[in-house]
Structure formats: structure tokens, C-alpha cells
């Protein structure tokens, strides 16, 4: 039988020139982030992934609720985006603070009256981000500013709105 390279499968996605790629390494930090912190997200489903280059090169990570589409073709009811270029060049500890921040973004509420869970996104002036900054300070939103800017040649203006 020949071969058809239209049913070979990738583990990637080419779009506009961005490289969407499910990521092992994001999902284990993410897992041990969880684990450390004791977050529960219910029946929550989240996936993980990087984007090549980069989501935009001034947002470094994304957390999304997953559309019904998305959901229905992946079982996922979040998703988790981080620019890959920055994710190369970030140590352990930062990568581990990021996704913190990311998972903090998840709030799944379950609805006694319709007995069903709702996929909710918090907000990030949400009361539950000054944890981060409060027992970790703020270093590692520093760092990824900096190295976006590194990464991208941005003012100091621009690398001020470099974002997650």
C-alpha cells in the first residue's frame, strides 16, 4: 500500500507561520506545579502546549477556556499557550512560576442546581495572584521580561507590556 503523507500524523500544527506543538515537558511542570500547591481543578481537563516562535512577542503565555470544538476533538477544557523561543532560554524555576501563574487562570465551578461543572476563566486581578507575588515576589516576571525583550530587541516601553 503507498503511502498517503496527508494521514501521516505530525504532533504539530503549521498555522500562519506559528508552530502549535503539544508539549510532555510544559505538562510535567504543570504536574508538579499542581502537585506542589495543591490545586484542584476538578474534573478539569487541560492541555499544554508551545507556540513557535512565539504566541506574539509580547505575550509570553496564555491561559483559555477550550471551545466546545476544541473540547469535543481533544477531551481538553483549558488550554495553556507559552511562546516557545521563551520557554527555551527560561531556567526551571521561572518555567515553574509561569505555569503557576497560568494554572491560577483556571476556576471550575461546580453548579449544584444543574448537577454539571462550568469551565470558568479568572480574571487576573483576581485575589489568588498576589500569592505569587507575595511568597515569591515578582523576580520571575522580571526575568521574562527582560529575556522577551533579549529575545525581540524591545524598548524599555514595549518590554514594560510584555505580558501572561
Keep these: 500500500m503507498q503511502e498517503n503523507d496527508y494521514l501521516d500524523p505530525k504532533g504539530e500544527i503549521t498555522l ?25 481543578f476538578g474534573p478539569a481537563q487541560i492541555g499544554y502546549f508551545l507556540i513557535y516562535p512565539n504566541i506574539s512577542k509580547q505575550r509570553a503565555a496564555k491561559c483559555m477556556k477550550a471551545t466546545r470544538e476544541v473540547k469535543y476533538y481533544s ?49 487576573p486581578d483576581f485575589r489568588d495572584y498576589y500569592t505569587i507575588n507575595d511568597k515569591f515576589g515578582n523576580e520571575w516576571y522580571k526575568t521574562i521580561q527582560a529575556t522577551v525583550s533579549s529575545l525581540y530587541d524591545l524598548d524599555p516601553r514595549q518590554e514594560s507590556k510584555v505580558s501572561t
Aim: charged fraction near 35%; aromatic fraction near 8%.
Design 75 to 123: 477531551g481538553n477544557d483549558y488550554l495553556i499557550e507559552v511562546s516557545g523561543e521563551l520557554w527555551d532560554m527560561l531556567d526551571d524555576d521561572t518555567k515553574e512560576m509561569l505555569i503557576y501563574h497560568e494554572l491560577l487562570h483556571i476556576d471550575p465551578v461546580f453548579k449544584a442546581k444543574n448537577q454539571e461543572w462550568k469551565m470558568n476563566i479568572k480574571k
Design 16 to 40: 500562519s507561520g506559528k508552530q502549535l506543538m503539544e508539549s510532555p515537558e510544559v505538562e510535567k511542570i504543570a504536574g508538579k506545579v499542581i502537585e506542589k500547591f495543591n490545586l484542584d
